[in-house]
Nanobody
Framework: QVQLVESGGGLVQAGGSLRLSCAASGRIISINAMGWYRQAPGKQRELVAA???????NYADSVKGRFTISRDSAKNTVYLQMYSLRPEDTAVYYC???????????????WGQGTLVTVSS
């Protein structure tokens, strides 16, 4: 079956860096867009960054200039490089695949299980 597996979360001090990875598996044929969302305690899930199959990117205002999203389409993998981390970046980060086509079927959205990023002050 199709799944997204995230890695790279952890504990970091304010001002530090982390790199998140998300690999899609399951006989993938194509993925339209991939992205990262986050959800802090007591808050709604929000878009952090997204990248289309053509390489166009979109960022939340709060992370512009600090985070960079990239994608290796051959590996069906998306990355989120995070610099200058702040305590307010603390959240569970979820990987998302939009309009994924695989040998198992067509999926409008697929979500990863989430990875926790904690930024200490």
């Amino acid at each position: 079956q199709v799944q997204l597996v995230e890695s790279g979360g952890g504990l970091v001090q304010a001002g530090g860096s982390l790199r998140l990875s998300c690999a899609a598996s399951g006989r993938i044929i194509s993925i339209n867009a991939m992205g990262w969302y986050r959800q802090a305690p007591g808050k709604q899930r929000e878009l952090v960054a997204a990248i289309t199959s053509g390489g166009s990117t979109n960022y939340a205002d709060s992370v512009k200039g600090r985070f960079t999203i990239s994608r290796d389409s051959a590996k069906n993998t998306v990355y989120l490089q995070m610099y200058s981390l702040r305590p307010e970046d603390t959240a569970v980060y979820y990987c998302n695949a939009d309009r994924l086509r695989s040998d198992y079927g067509y999926y409008l959205e697929v979500w990863g299980q989430g990875t926790l990023v904690t930024v200490s002050s």
